[in-house]
């Protein structure tokens, strides 16, 4: 045993709350660097499993099948964009937008009077009205498309960021699992081994629950635009799981985009007009917008959390205000990292047991069950024959 002094208590606790704040003043001083790294982090993080597996299998070393893998990743990425642009360039074209017709609409609407309930309705009032509304809720665009330009060449360099630092968390990233298992106490690093598996099994749960869900909505989406007869149906329903990813705003630009199509192309056997079309495929996207988030949403991913439809909208809420998109996007598995921590601490206060955080019921109740003299039996003779 080391004969130099120790740290008194009140040194502890007076060096521990300095490193909190010098902690706290560097994220707040570089905030915005996190959410760059953070996506650098989850990039690291799904492509670190497909690592192992390839280096436990194979004889490449750790750094040629991170580097294949990574580059595979990154190749990936590009031809999404590149196989979809031409096909969605395509289908734009396809559609015939006859300007006479559209200024013929226009008077009509202009000189037309609609009597709904017996209640006279002044059209061009109307237009004057939904015109008003939409170009205060459609104004703040413009401005923003200024710094479109701006915006995109700083994206750019975000994006070299986020693809440098992610390749080299992928390659170190059993290293720094390691590191940190180093610093864990001997006699709690089984404990916190355990816990760490049980985190790693929220956010795995939450990625497969994304996919589902943008594979749903992709599907249901291409489906029925199919079925009403929109040639650019399959279209739609790729944009729609692409932008499953973007809470509620993906929702506005997916159906955004399906309206268009739907005016432009109209259906190829219904026989509604344009405008009708347009306007039962917008309900379509709205009942559609209500289902996943208050359905689909809250249960897939919900249920695959652990977490209630009621915690799961408010965190969708709480995460945009405090961190926009990505916080957005990541409430739902934050949450409920939340939860397991906080369900492990709390139990380590009351010193109760903390395996209890197991996911699988049957072993965790095992843990608590006293073993019967046949299974007594039956370990000591495997210890036996290891």
């Known amino acids: 045993m080391s004969t130099k002094p120790t740290w008194t208590p009140e040194t502890k606790r007076f060096v ?13 001083r570089f905030s915005i660097v996190l959410a760059p790294l953070v996506v650098a982090v989850i990039i690291a993080y799904i492509l670190n499993p497909v690592v192992n597996r390839v280096t436990r299998r194979t004889a490449l070393k750790r750094s040629v099948a991170a580097a294949i893998i990574y580059i595979s990743f990154l190749v990936l990425l590009a031809l999404i964009p590149t196989l979809l642009a031409p096909l969605i360039v395509q ?107 049980v985190i790693d099994g929220v956010w795995k749960s939450y990625f497969i629950g994304q ?11 291409g489906g029925v635009t199919a079925l009403l007869g929109i040639r650019s149906a399959p279209i739609l329903g790729i944009v729609a ?23 432009f192309q109209g259906s ?41 439809p009621a915690i799961i909208i408010i965190g969708i809420i709480a995460g945009a205000s405090v961190g926009g998109a990505l916080g957005l996007l990541l409430a739902a598995p934050a949450i409920a990292t939340a939860r397991v921590l906080g369900s492990y601490i709390y139990r380590r206060l009351l010193d109760l047991e903390p395996y209890v955080l197991m996911p699988e019921p049957a072993v965790a109740a095992k843990l608590h069950e006293p073993a019967t003299p046949g299974e007594v039996l039956e370990e000591e003779e495997q210890k036996i024959r290891g």
Do not use: H
């Not at 750019?156 to 940190?180: E, K, P, Q, S």
């Not at 306007?279 to 009942?287: A, P, S, T």
């Open 16 to 28: 521990f709350v300095t490193c909190a704040v010098i902690l706290s003043l560097a994220i707040w």
């Open 91 to 197: 289908e734009i074209s396809q559609i015939d937008v006859d300007v006479q017709q559209l200024v013929e609409l226009d008077g009509m609407l202009e000189e037309s009077t609609w009597v709904i309930a017996g209640q006279k309705i002044n059209v061009a009032a109307l237009q004057e009205t939904v015109e008003g509304s939409l170009a205060t809720i459609f104004s703040p665009l413009a401005s923003a498309a200024a710094d479109l330009a701006v915006g995109i060449a700083g994206g750019f360099i975000w994006a070299i960021f986020i693809f440098v630092v992610g390749y080299y968390l992928l390659l170190d990233a059993n290293r720094f699992i390691d590191w940190v298992d180093s610093w864990v106490p001997p006699p709690f690093i089984d404990e916190f081994r355990q816990l760490r598996r």
């Open 211 to 221: 996919v589902t869900l943008a594979i749903i909505v992709g599907v249901v989406i």
């Open 241 to 263: 799981a692409l932008l499953e990813l973007i809470p509620n705003w993906g929702y506005g630009i997916s159906g955004a985009v399906g309206v268009v199509f739907a005016y």
């Open 268 to 308: 190829s056997y219904i026989p509604l007009p344009n405008w009708a079309l347009a306007v039962l495929v917008g309900v379509f996207y709205f009942l559609m917008w209500q289902i996943d988030t208050n359905y689909l949403v809250p249960r897939i991913i919900g249920n695959r959390l652990q977490l209630s």
